[in-house]
C-alpha cells in the first residue's frame, strides 16, 4: 500500500521557518516527481514544489521561489520543504503528493495523495 504520510507543520509567526517531511512507502518511486501542494480555505488548491527522482530537477511556483527549498533523500524515501520567512499568505493545509509527470500539478489528479499538514502562519 502506498503512503506518503506528511509531517512538521504548525503555527509560526510570520518571518519564520518551517520544515516539512513527506515520507514515501509502499513501492518505488524512482520514475516519480514528489512534491507539495497546498490549500487554503476557501480556495483552490495549488502548487508549491516539486523534485525529481535524482533530486536535479527542482520546480517551484512564483511565490514560494527564493523562501523555500525542496530536497529529496532518497535513501530514506523522504522529501523535505524547508520554508523560510514565512507569510500569513501561506497559511494552508500542505499536501505531499507523488506523480510521473511534473507538469500540470494543481490542475490535474495526481497519482499518490498524502492526508495533509497544516501550516498557519500568524502576522
Known amino acids: 500500500q502506498v503512503q506518503l504520510v506528511e509531517s512538521g507543520g504548525g503555527l509560526v509567526q510570520a518571518g519564520g521557518s518551517l520544515r516539512l517531511s513527506c515520507a514515501a512507502s509502499g513501492r518505488t518511486f524512482s520514475n516519480y516527481h514528489i512534491g507539495w501542494l497546498r490549500q487554503a480555505p476557501g480556495k483552490e488548491r495549488e502548487f508549491v514544489a516539486a523534485i525529481n527522482w535524482s533530486g536535479e530537477i527542482t520546480y517551484y511556483t512564483i511565490s514560494a521561489k527564493g523562501r523555500f527549498t525542496i530536497s529529496r533523500d532518497k535513501a530514506n524515501n523522504t522529501v523535505y520543504l524547508q520554508m523560510n520567512s514565512l507569510k500569513p499568505e501561506d497559511t494552508a493545509v500542505y499536501y505531499c503528493?507523488?506523480?510521473?509527470?511534473?507538469?500540470?500539478?494543481?490542475?490535474?489528479?495526481?497519482?499518490?495523495w498524502g492526508q495533509g499538514t497544516q501550516v498557519t502562519v500568524s502576522s
Open positions: 503528493a507523488a506523480d510521473q509527470r511534473p507538469a500540470g500539478w494543481g490542475t490535474r489528479k495526481l497519482d499518490y
